[in-house]
């Protein structure tokens, strides 16, 4: 793919990914034009001072909500490759207002599955989570139900030439939300609260999460769901990474929550390859060939790709590198 003549729209784009997406965008693959769709006047506003759209920019603004397929599709018309990042993903607002994330994160895919085939989007890649795999939350059920429908959206797609495939991926450090600068206000208190000692999670940097969606948006041949093979980290040794001197408190596990995440769970290991740097779920479509990621390895019998057995840790060191980065 040569971006430099492609046309690119982010959904949620004025979000924590969608700032470092379109950082990496702009400065290194200089596309035809660059839409942030969102639906918050205010953050396009404090994103345009720095990202202008004025002169020669390629950078469009574009308000809008997932939910109105109507703005969809004007937003899509030229569009060539679509990111979806927009969801409501706080889990305790997403099971205090249901309707309202079923709203946003399973209706809304469906728009933009809608809206992409009915404009000749060429490739959509959608933002999905770890807590879609066996999910016991309500956001990750949303999370779980819009990667169906992606992976579907092909069939549904046909010959028009619009594919479909997911990333899905652990924490983001720094990302609004993380548990980095809940961590850093209660330094002041003396106090750190955890609700499980035992707690264990995947972890990514934003800069990696981004780069990686750019990788699969390029390779993708329609109905993958991609995973990063990232490191896991304890949740007592960011603790005491962020703050040595504090004291830490367990408040007990919350509704939603659960100890370990999983990436790959062992029903999905049956139809997925490995790759060097990442995992490869493979649509079960009568039409897909083996030649589709012919180096992919299969992976063992009840394989399972989880927070608390990966074989990759974060050593003290590096999470101290990556809090520090955040500064």
Request: hydrophobic content about 40%.
């Amino acid at each position: 793919m040569d971006w430099k003549d492609l046309n690119i729209l982010i959904t949620g784009g004025t979000g924590s990914f969608g700032k470092k997406f379109a950082e990496i965008v702009l400065a290194e693959l200089h596309p035809k034009r660059l839409v942030v769709f969102s639906r918050d006047e205010l953050k396009q506003h404090e994103m345009r001072q720095r990202f202008p759209d004025t002169g020669d920019s390629p950078v469009r603004y574009f308000i809008g909500d997932v939910r109105d397929k109507d703005r969809l599709e004007r937003a899509f018309a030229g569009v060539d490759v679509v990111i979806h990042a927009a969801a409501l993903k706080q889990v305790p607002a997403c099971e205090y207002n249901p309707f309202e994330a079923v709203q946003t994160n399973i209706n809304g895919a469906k728009n933009i599955i809608d809206a992409a085939i009915d404009c000749g989007v060429r490739r959509v890649v959608a933002l999905s989570t770890d807590k879609a795999v066996n999910p016991v939350n309500l956001y990750g059920a949303t999370k779980l139900v819009a990667e169906k429908l992606f992976v579907q959206g092909n069939s549904y797609a046909g010959a028009s030439g619009t594919r479909f495939s997911s990333v899905r991926y652990g924490n983001v450090v720094g990302s609004r939300g993380s548990v980095i600068p809940l961590f850093k206000a209660q330094c002041k208190t003396g106090t750190l609260t955890i609700t499980d000692e035992r707690m264990t999670r995947f972890w990514i940097t934003l800069d990696q999460g981004a780069r990686f969606v750019l990788r699969c948006a390029e390779q993708m041949h329609g109905g993958e769901v991609f995973v990063p093979k990232i490191p896991s980290m304890r949740l007592t040794d960011l603790a005491n990474v962020v703050a040595p001197d504090c004291k830490i408190e367990i408040t007990g596990i919350r509704p939603g929550e659960k100890l370990h995440e999983v990436l790959v769970n062992e029903d999905e290991a049956r139809h997925t390859l490995e790759l060097e740097d990442m995992f490869v779920v493979q649509p079960l479509f009568p039409w897909w060939t083996r030649e589709h990621w012919a180096e992919g390895q299969p992976l063992p019998n009840n394989f399972r790709f989880g927070s608390d057995t990966n074989p990759r840790w974060l050593s003290d060191q590096e999470l101290r590198a990556m809090v520090e980065a955040l500064e």
